[in-house]
C-alpha cells in the first residue's frame, strides 16, 4: 500500500531517478528550473509517495521564489513543482494527493501564494489555480500563459507585475 511521506525522508539520488523518469534527462533547461535556480527546496511544503516496500514512486518539490519588480523590490511566491510520478503508476491518485497535501500544508503554514507552470485542466479542476492574476507576470525562459498559474491559500490577491526569479532572502 502506497503512501505520502516528507520528501527529506528519501535520498537525492532516488528523487534524481524518478523526475528523469517523469520528464526525460533534459528537463534541467526548463523555464521551471531557472526561476527557482540555486534555491534550495522547503521541506515543508514537499512530500513524496511510497509504494508498501519503500520505493519512491512520486515526488513535489516546492521552492521560495519571487517576483522581482522593475524598482528590484520582491514580492514572495512559493513554486510548486515539478510533480512527478512513476509513468508506470501514474492516474492512480498519486498526484493528486500529494497536491492535496502541499495545498494543505500551505493553507495551515498561511504561506505565501502557490505558483507553478502547469496543465490548468489538471490544477485548476482540482485546486482552483488559475492564470487570472498572472498576466503581469514575466519569466527568464520561454512559458505559455494559460499555464504560469497561481494559488493564493489565505486570501492574499496574487497579481502584481514583474520578473519570476529566485527568492534573495529565503526564509529559514
Ligand atoms: C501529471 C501527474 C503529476 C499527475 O499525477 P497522476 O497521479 O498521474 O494523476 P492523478 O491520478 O492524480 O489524476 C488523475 C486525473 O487527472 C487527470 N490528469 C492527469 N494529468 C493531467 C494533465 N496534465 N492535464 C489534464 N488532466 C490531467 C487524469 O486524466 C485523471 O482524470 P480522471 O480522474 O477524470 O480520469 C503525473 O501524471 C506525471 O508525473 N506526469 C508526468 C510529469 C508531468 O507532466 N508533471 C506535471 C508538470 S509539473
Known sequence: MSHIVPLDNQSDAAIERLLDAA???????????????????????????????????GSLQSWPVALTQ??????????????????????????????????????????????????????GRFWGFTADGTGGWNAPGPFEKRRLLALSVDGRTVGGVGMLTPRIAVAA
Open 23 to 57: 520528464f526525460g534527462p533534459d528537463r534541467h533547461g526548463r523555464t521551471a528550473y531557472k526561476i527557482r535556480d540555486a534555491m534550495p527546496w522547503l521541506p515543508a511544503l514537499s512530500f513524496a509517495v511510497v509504494d508498501g516496500d519503500g520505493a519512491l514512486i
Open 70 to 123: 522593475a524598482d528590484g523590490g520582491q514580492l514572495p511566491l512559493i513554486m510548486v513543482g515539478p510533480v512527478a510520478v512513476e509513468p508506470a503508476h501514474q492516474k492512480g491518485g498519486h498526484g493528486r494527493a500529494m497536491m492535496d497535501a502541499v495545498v494543505a500544508a500551505a493553507r495551515k503554514l498561511r504561506t505565501e501564494p502557490l505558483m507553478m507552470i502547469g496543465d490548468p485542466e489538471y490544477y
